[in-house]
């Protein structure tokens, strides 16, 4: 399991990447996209680890 510091970290190393990969190549530049896709990932993983602790609070 990723520990709940780690998530912040790792989602603004990822944004960081896609804004410089972006400011190299291009929006429609294949690894913007992937790196856009990364981040995505990232995201969803953040919501659902946090959605399922609101859901099931730790006693």
């Given amino acids: 399991m990723i520990r709940d510091d780690i998530f912040p970290q790792q989602?603004?190393?990822a944004?960081?990447?896609l804004y410089d990969?972006?400011?190299k190549y291009g929006f429609d530049?294949?690894?913007v996209l992937r790196q856009s896709m990364?981040?995505?990932e990232l995201i969803n993983q953040?919501?659902?680890h946090f959605y399922v602790r609101?859901?099931?609070p730790i006693p």
């Fill in 11 to 13: 989602l603004e190393e």
């Fill in 15 to 17: 944004r960081q990447k």
């Fill in 21 to 23: 990969l972006q400011a």
């Fill in 29 to 31: 530049h294949a690894s």
């Fill in 38 to 40: 990364i981040l995505d």
């Fill in 46 to 48: 953040y919501n659902r």
């Fill in 54 to 56: 609101e859901k099931n």
